[in-house]
């Protein structure tokens, strides 16, 4: 594991990354017209969508023989429709609240 913080992406270098949460692949891109390795994350987390937790980000750059693993703690929780907000309201005597997100 290169744990080079000096790692560019240029545009037109082959790039191989993933996106894996609890050993789950949750996004997988493969290009050559990435900026940046901001770019290549945020077209991860575009692909993965809604997650909670810690995910681990490996970006490999095939053009200059590179690779960085960095650990990628995210909140993306799923927003709220008209819907499911209206189960939030309070609870009737003795019954709980109904977490979408929890389960």
């Known amino acids: ?5 000096n790692n560019i992406v240029n545009r037109g270098d ?3 990354a993933t996106l894996e949460c609890n ?11 990435f900026p940046s390795i901001d770019a290549v ?3 991860l987390l575009d692909l993965a969508g ?3 937790g810690m995910a681990v980000l490996t970006v490999r750059n095939c053009t200059q ?10 909140m993306r929780r799923p927003v709220l429709t008209p819907k499911t907000s209206s189960v939030l309201a309070a609870p009737r005597q003795g019954a709980q609240y109904l977490i979408p997100w929890a389960s």
């Open 1 to 5: 594991m290169n744990k080079n913080f």
């Open 14 to 16: 082959k790039i191989c």
């Open 23 to 33: 050993g789950r692949c949750l996004a997988r891109v493969n290009g050559f017209d």
């Open 41 to 43: 994350k945020r077209a």
């Open 50 to 52: 809604q997650f909670v």
């Open 65 to 74: 023989g590179w690779r960085d693993v960095t650990a990628l703690a995210t």
